[in-house]
């Protein structure tokens, strides 16, 4: 295996500026003058070129720590400031700091220049260390020749191991890690026949990606894979299988069951396709496409659509497998509001349906032959109110988005009231409900970004992953070594 440089740690680094009037000092009359403007102008740009120039001077990425801490981070921001520099911070829900630093400085024409420099500290993320290995393309990159592949709703094991390459928290020295990430992309594989994933091979693949990196390298067999991620993100994670009662029957292999699987499914009851440490992670929606249908429809724009649902919905919902698709779900709203002007439902594919969302007050997020659906995430992106209807789906990253503020959750055996109960809530809590939606941190939390964001899928991951840190060999390790010291 080829080995790698390591990149430069990328850094946050946000600088604003703001010139105040001193209290106490006569207006300036000159303030209109062109030439004043012109002034003003020239000083913000020669001090902001300075300051910029002097943090990348002291800055050095190839000497910064591995670790930095909090302490080491203000003594940066402290080598180049200049007096009345105040230094503050905030902390946020993930337990990570935010600096703010603010450099004052006295102007002989009386105005006050506040320079603010802002970087985040990344809080519980800041040591966690992640190895991600290095396979043959025909494990990942390989399938990519197929651009549905990195663009579906299952391409989260694509884009999650793209961010990590990249991310701060990815190690080269696999000794140091406290996770080991094996990028093997099952869902990429597609049907000639009907255009959708194949995973039947998905056993194999992970069973030749396993034998090789416990081949080839010490960390699995010392761990017996308890500190190694993989991603599992088809209908029934990692059973992969697309229908449920074969997937109960096959079972998660054995040889992840005790590693751990970020997939989509997810249930608060009891499953057998969940019986392994797991993170419920979103679908894929691509970013790109949400930033666009947001160019042209705000999340608080007008919505003249009052319910929408575009997909399958089968008139008779007994296919030819003898299951039925939704539990019959879909069928029966369709049954139900197909007459019901206020309710727009579609059964064909549309392309631009995302416009739709963008113009609906309400999106039905139905289970298909999975609870899980990527109207999840779309209807949040783009501040439509998903209703969902799956009993028992366990949601992702509940510890950061707030479900129960934002969506509506109706039973299946309810659905036939659909008109009714989002009549109720119109009347009287639609207005809070689409507040919460709106904030743009909750739409950042379920979208996966090439490079990883602060705040974004791939970090909430990480987050998750941070709570696991029991399982890392080298952290169970060294407790280990200092018990035996006392």
């Known amino acids: 295996m080829s080995e790698q440089k390591k990149p430069p740690k990328s850094r946050v680094f946000f600088v604003g500026m703001k010139l105040l009037h001193k209290p106490g000092n006569k207006p300036l009359q000159e303030k209109n003058s062109f030439f004043h403007t012109y002034y003003k102008w020239v000083l913000w740009l020669s001090l902001s070129l300075y300051f910029f120039t002097s943090y990348l001077i002291t800055t050095n990425p190839n000497t910064a720590p591995t670790s930095p801490n909090t302490s080491s981070h203000v003594s940066n921001s402290e080598s180049h400031a200049v007096p009345r520099a105040v230094i ?41 260390k992640m190895f991600v290995y290095e396979l043959p393309p025909k494990f990942n990159t390989g399938w990519l020749a197929n651009k549905r592949c990195s663009n579906h709703l299952f391409a989260s094991e694509v884009a999650i191991h793209r961010a990590l390459l990249t991310s701060e928290v990815r190690t080269f020295d696999p000794y140091e890690a406290d996770f080991f990430f094996v990028p093997v992309y099952v869902s990429c594989n597609f049907s000639a026949v009907n255009g959708f994933p194949a995973i039947g091979h ?126 019959r779900v879909r069928t029966e709203i369709w049954r139900k509001f197909n007459g019901d002007r206020r309710f727009y439902l579609q059964r064909h594919r549309f392309s631009g349906y995302q416009l739709e969302i963008a113009r609906s007050v309400f999106c039905l997020c139905p289970l298909g032959w999975a609870p899980w659906s990527p109207r999840l995430v779309e209807s ?107």
């Open 202 to 327: 998905a056993r194999s693949i992970i069973s030749s990606a396993v034998n090789l990196v416990s081949t080839e390298y010490p960390f699995w067999n010392r761990s017996k894979g308890r500190d190694h991620v993989f991603v599992a993100s088809h209908d029934f994670g990692a059973c992969f299988h697309s229908l449920e009662d074969a997937a109960i029957a096959n079972g998660i292999p054995q040889i992840l069951k005790n590693s751990i699987v970020l997939q989509t499914f997810g249930v608060v009851h009891r499953h057998p396709c969940q019986d392994v440490e797991n993170v419920v992670i979103p679908p894929y929606v691509s970013p790109e496409s949400v930033r666009s249908t947001l160019e042209n429809f705000p999340v608080n724009g007008p919505r003249e659509i009052w319910v929408f649902f575009r997909g399958k919905m089968e008139l008779h919902p007994k296919n030819i497998s003898g299951r039925f698709y939704s539990r």
């Open 380 to 486: 949040v992106a783009l501040g439509c109110v998903p209703v969902i209807i799956a009993d028992g789906i366990r949601l992702p990253f509940s510890s950061t988005v707030r479900w129960s503020e934002i969506s509506l959750t109706v039973a299946e055996r309810d659905v036939g009231k659909l008109g009714k109960i989002l009549e109720r809530v119109a009347a009287t809590n639609l207005s809070d409900i689409q507040r919460n939606l709106w904030d743009p941190r909750t739409r950042q939390a379920l979208l996966f970004n090439e490079e990883m964001e602060y705040g974004d899928a791939t970090w909430q991951v990480l987050v998750s992953l941070s709570e696991k840190l029991h399982r890392s060999h080298r952290r169970s390790s060294a407790s280990d070594e200092s018990e035996s010291d006392t």
């Open 88 to 128: 503050d911070s905030t902390t946020n829900s993930l337990g990570g700091v935010t600096l703010h630093t603010r450099q004052h400085f006295q102007l002989t024409n009386g105005l006050v220049l506040e320079f603010i420099s802002t970087r985040f500290v990344a809080g519980v993320l800041k040591n966690l």
